[in-house]
């Protein structure tokens, strides 16, 4: 019957929709809150908080360089927020990202400094390059992990740093031109470099842009990231061990082999994050060039409820912050740091919204123990 | 509108220490109480009887503070009195102690039982040895018997619930709700409990038993009130009443309360255990070379008490758990070395003791519990990803056939009913179409409709030529479904026997170890 199938249909679309709703819902409020909390830190120190807010939006937003500042700011933060949160679903917390997005966009740019084939070849195998060694380096903490139970959040560090410092000494040791005083590699070749946009599409743009053909890489990588994880098997069992890794097992779920790949595949999503900055924006690896993309990748993950989509309106959001930020400071004369106040309250708001989804989970277990006596838990303990 | 029975009103006397009066509870579309009238007798023990999600407990989690009614009055000694908190329901003197115990397991018995009142000393520093010495008195006083310094993870179920006991004695309790306090016992502790019961009444406690089985509410109560979806429909006098008259009204219907069994020849063999040795959480030995074998169109029921190495052979035989010597063939192959997905592929099920934990993903909605186990399979999954259409119409068909009760397949798992909760890994896993099940305590928490479903569900497969192990510390679900039985006691198997002539008093005493190295 197409008229039943077809209610079914819009009945799950309007679940899913109410879902989506719903999911939006506190994100935006946390932002907002922590807006008026930001101007009221403004005001108290003798700023126009609006003055303040508009030179912000102005400069994050306003005009073709701006936003398309805003926008190339963005592309980083949404590698590195994929990468946190597609850990995160399979419950673990990669917070070396920031190395691991340095170890892949030293060994892609180096590549790119030394070979100059077709582009065609050479920029898939500079991705390439750096999404793999950005796996590699979180290989170790996967296989740590699950081999001997050693929490990821203490070696994926570990491993940053290591990342950290040996990029900046090959950088200034192997790779920088002896005869600059530039702590950075030599240019990569010009077919490894990634086009500006004006050149893609220049009926879009007004004057030549830095915009580069990362941000579509990095959209692309978002919604291949949701389709693996809501639509294949190895998403699904990543999420299964991440919700409940005692019910995958049983399912057939092998935790070991999902942490590994799950560690990997977080780990080539950082990487790549570096090396598109590399091939798209400075054309060489800086020492240290990364400004915390891979730490602010993990706000960037909370902030969208590790939902791969949801990355990318929240990496926009902290790539504005950044740069409408600095508008602001240099327009207005408000210290850029009231940005790290904004992102420190959203932080908080959006954590504190666990929080209270938790308790608002166990208020729901026990409407429902009421309901189901004998099998469910009974919630309560604290109360007892 | 329904049958109300009410024969055992008696007269107002000052007898009655709690008195319900039109208890209301609604939670978000549900009515869990519906002006609910109950009262209770000094020194006597009530049952409330019902099944699961009748609304038992949420009547005495309003009694206990837990939750605040929408309607009703409370009166306690005649007073009528609001209970907004536990706090407040323990300076009433009334005491709980729940299914799930509520003890930190780091702490001794003694810390956990006098958490919350603690002695002190001059110093004002925690006074143990009195803590220990009026724990001591208590226990002997009420004959609960515990170990007060050892720590609750090392202590038995048993005194894990004698524990609890004494804490709600400690703090003051003269009222004791105790619900389903069987649920977790083996049946020798369950006679020690009873005693307990009785001893406390004597003592002058007056106690509400929350059950849903039959056996034990007329055993242990002087009255029952039977609730039915949210409402009494009656309170009888225990001694003046029949299983078959509470069974009835407790589900609307008549229960068929024995098992319809058909008799018919199991096939070949199709499952062969050879000494196998699995170990537990901690390292030790817990399944000590056990051995058997089940046939096809066979139950082989799995007897014996809680931790006797059950989950050790339920998890050893699926694979979560490696052996660490022995064999497992399946039909004529050694599967010893296959993981759990090599084992379901040939045609291995499970329906595991701890369904919450191992059996389902509760944030999953319906569709993905279905999928789980299948994911790797097609048409399940194909070469691009997964076939949701085709999983969402499994899962719509696996709810229909097993009638799992939910508005529909995209709500999680969470929000299902125990019962509910375990048709749907029983559809999961029989769908799958194995051909060894491994069904441990299948209908542990389910109410009688539910469990009557399950043992059907299991016959069916039997009647098809399934093999199936069946672990369960029920002894009459064993003695009534197995056509074998093996009694596990210490990690090893030390007797075995026909289903037919099983005699009852020989298995209570090999689970009990009373059979151990003859």
Same mark, same amino acid.
């Given at each position: 019957m197409p008229g039943a199938a077809g209610g079914a249909r819009r009945r799950r679309i309007f679940v899913a929709a109410k879902r989506v709703g719903l999911s939006l819902m506190q994100p935006v409020a946390s932002v907002i809150i922590a807006t008026v909390i930001g101007g009221v830190v403004m005001a108290a120190f003798?700023?126009?908080?609006?003055?303040?807010?508009?030179?912000?939006?102005?400069?994050?937003?306003?005009?073709?360089?701006?936003?398309?500042?805003?926008?190339?700011n963005s592309i980083p933060l949404i590698f590195t927020g994929l990468a946190v949160a597609f850990a995160f679903r399979c419950g673990l917390f990669n917070i070396g990202a920031e190395?691991?997005? /340095?170890?892949?966009?030293?060994?892609?740019?180096?590549?790119?400094?030394?070979?100059?084939? #077709?582009?065609?070849?050479?920029?898939?195998?500079? $991705?390439?390059?750096?999404?793999?060694?950005?796996?590699?380096?979180?290989?170790? #903490?996967?296989? $740590?992990?699950?081999?001997?139970?050693a929490h990821e959040v203490i070696t994926t560090m570990m491993m940053s740093w290591i990342g950290l410092y040996l990029t900046s000494y090959l950088v200034k040791n192997v790779l920088m031109d002896p005869r600059t005083t530039l702590p950075a590699s030599n240019l990569i070749s010009e077919q490894a470099r990634l086009l500006t946009l004006n050149r893609v599409l220049p009926f879009l743009f007004r004057s030549p842009t830095r915009l580069h053909l990362g941000v579509v890489l990095a959209v692309l990588a978002a919604v291949f990231?949701?389709?693996?994880?809501?639509?294949?098997?190895?998403?699904?069992?990543?999420?299964?061990?991440?919700?409940? #890794?005692?019910?995958?097992?049983?399912?057939?779920?092998?935790?070991?082999?999902?942490?590994?790949? +799950?560690?990997?595949?977080?780990?080539?999503?950082?990487?790549?994050?570096?090396?598109?900055?590399? /091939?798209?924006?400075?054309?060489?690896?800086?020492?240290?060039?990364?400004?915390?993309?891979?730490?602010?990748?993990?706000?960037?993950?909370?902030l969208a409820k590790n939902h791969p989509l949801g990355v990318i309106p929240a990496a926009l959001l902290f790539g504005a912050l950044t740069n409408g930020g600095a508008g602001m400071q240099l327009k207005a004369g408000i210290p850029i740091d009231i940005v790290d106040v904004l992102s420190g309250v959203i932080i908080f708001l959006v954590a504190a919204e666990e929080l209270f989804n938790a308790l608002k989970r166990r208020q729901e277990k026990r409407s429902l123990l009421s309901r189901s006596m004998g099998g469910a838990e009974i919630d309560g303990r604290s109360e007892a | 509108m329904e049958e109300h029975i009410q024969t055992s009103r008696g007269p107002e006397s000052a007898d009655t220490v709690v008195r319900l009066t039109g208890i209301s509870k609604f939670f978000p579309g549900v009515v869990a109480n519906d002006r609910i009238d109950l009262d209770l007798r000094r020194g006597e023990i009530h049952a409330l009887l019902g099944e699961n999600g009748a609304g038992k407990t949420t009547v005495m989690n309003v009694l206990y503070g837990l939750y605040e009614p929408d309607a009703g009055a409370i009166e306690i000694e005649g007073r009528q009195v609001r209970i907004p908190s536990p706090r407040t329901a323990l300076g009433l003197g009334i005491g709980m102690v729940h299914q799930h115990f509520m003890l930190i397991q780091k702490f001794t018995i003694a810390e956990n039982v006098v958490l919350g009142h603690e002695p002190h000393t001059r110093a004002r520093t925690l006074d143990l040895r009195e803590a220990r010495r009026r724990l001591r008195e208590l226990s002997d006083t009420f004959g609960l018997e515990v170990d007060p310094d050892r720590k609750v993870m090392e202590a038995s179920v048993g005194m894990q619930q004698r524990a609890e006991i004494l804490k709600a004695l400690y703090a003051g309790a003269k009222i004791l709700i105790l619900d389903e306090p069987t649920a977790v016992l083996a049946p020798q502790e369950v006679d020690d409990l009873f005693?307990?019961?009785?001893?406390?009444?004597?003592?002058?406690?007056?106690?509400?038993?929350?059950?849903?089985?039959?056996?034990?509410?007329?055993?242990?109560?002087?009255?029952?009130?039977?609730?039915?979806?949210?409402?009494?429909?009656?309170?009888?006098?225990?001694?003046?009443?029949?299983?078959?008259?509470? +069974?009835?009204? /407790?589900?609307?219907?008549?229960? *068929?309360?024995?098992?319809?069994?058909?008799? !018919?020849?199991?096939?070949?063999?199709?499952?062969?255990?050879?000494?196998?040795?699995?170990?537990?959480?901690?390292?030790?030995?817990?399944?000590?070379?056990?051995?058997?074998?089940?046939?096809?169109?066979?139950?082989?029921?799995?007897?014996?008490?809680d931790g006797n190495g059950q989950i050790e052979l339920e998890e050893g035989i699926i694979g979560l758990r490696k052996s660490?010597?022995?064999?497992?063939?399946?039909?004529?192959?050694?599967?010893?070395?296959?993981?759990?997905?090599?084992?379901?592929?040939?045609?291995?099920?499970? *329906?595991?003791?701890?369904?919450?934990?191992?059996?389902?993903?509760?944030?999953?909605d319906l569709a993905e519990n279905i999928l789980l186990g299948n994911q790797w399979k097609r048409p399940y999954a194909r070469l691009l990803g997964l076939d949701y259409d085709y999983i969402r119409?499994?899962?719509?068909?696996?709810?229909?056939?097993?009638?799992?009760?939910? #508005?529909?397949?995209?709500?999680?798992?969470?929000?299902?009913?125990?019962?509910?909760?375990?048709?749907?890994?029983?559809?999961?896993?029989?769908?799958?179409?194995?051909?060894?099940?491994?069904?441990?305590?299948?209908?542990?928490?389910?109410?009688?409709?539910?469990?009557?479903?399950? !043992?059907?569900?299991?016959?069916?497969?039997?009647?098809?030529?399934?093999?199936?192990?069946?672990?369960?510390?029920?002894?009459?679900?064993?003695?009534?479904?197995?056509?074998?039985?093996?009694?596990?006691?210490?990690?090893?198997?030390?007797?075995?026997?026909?289903? +037919?002539?099983?005699?009852?008093?020989?298995?209570?005493?090999? /689970?009990?170890?009373?059979?151990?190295?003859?």
């Open positions: 003798g700023f126009d908080p609006f003055s303040g807010y508009a030179g912000l939006f102005r400069y994050a937003f306003l005009s073709e360089f701006n936003f398309t500042v805003t926008v190339l190395g691991q997005l /340095m170890v892949g966009s030293l060994f892609a740019g180096w590549l790119g400094t030394l070979i100059s084939l #077709p582009m065609v070849i050479t920029v898939p195998l500079l $991705l390439i390059v750096g999404a793999v060694t950005g796996a590699l380096w979180a290989l170790l #903490p996967g296989i $740590l992990k699950a081999t001997t139970g990231i949701w389709y693996l994880l809501t639509r294949t098997s190895l998403g699904f069992e990543v999420r299964a061990v991440g919700s409940n #890794p005692f019910a995958a097992e049983a399912g057939g779920v092998s935790v070991r082999r999902n942490v590994i790949v +799950a560690l990997l595949i977080s780990g080539a999503l950082a990487g790549l994050g570096g090396t598109v900055e590399v /091939m798209g924006l400075h054309y060489r690896v800086y020492d240290h060039f990364s400004a915390g993309y891979g730490f602010t990748g993990i706000t960037v993950a909370l | 005693g307990t019961v009785r001893s406390l009444t004597k003592q002058g406690l007056s106690i509400f038993f929350i059950s849903h089985k039959l056996e034990e509410v007329t055993e242990i109560s002087d009255r029952v009130t039977v609730i039915r979806r949210g409402r009494v429909v009656g309170t009888l006098d225990t001694p003046s009443t029949t299983k078959r008259e509470l +069974a009835q009204l /407790m589900v609307g219907r008549d229960v *068929v309360l024995q098992v319809e069994k058909e008799e !018919h020849a199991a096939g070949k063999e199709v499952l062969r255990v050879e000494d196998l040795v699995v170990r537990d959480q901690r390292g030790l030995t817990a399944l000590k070379g056990v051995s058997f074998a089940v046939r096809e169109g066979e139950i082989l029921g799995v007897a014996g008490v660490a010597s022995g064999r497992i063939l399946f039909g004529e192959e050694d599967i010893t070395s296959h993981g759990v997905r090599g084992r379901i592929d040939r045609g291995l099920g499970l *329906v595991p003791q701890d369904r919450q934990k191992r059996g389902l993903v509760l944030d999953f119409a499994q899962a719509r068909s696996a709810v229909e056939e097993f009638d799992v009760r939910t #508005p529909g397949i995209e709500v999680s798992a969470r929000t299902l009913s125990g019962g509910n909760q375990q048709k749907l890994i029983l559809a999961r896993e029989i769908r799958r179409g194995p051909r060894v099940l491994v069904a441990a305590q299948p209908t542990r928490g389910l109410d009688v409709g539910s469990i009557e479903f399950v !043992h059907s569900r299991l016959l069916e497969l039997r009647a098809k030529g399934v093999g199936i192990i069946l672990i369960s510390y029920e002894l009459e679900e064993i003695l009534s479904l197995a056509d074998r039985i093996i009694v596990l006691y210490e990690g090893e198997v030390v007797y075995q026997v026909a289903g +037919a002539g099983a005699a009852r008093e020989t298995i209570g005493l090999a /689970m009990t170890g009373g059979l151990a190295g003859e």
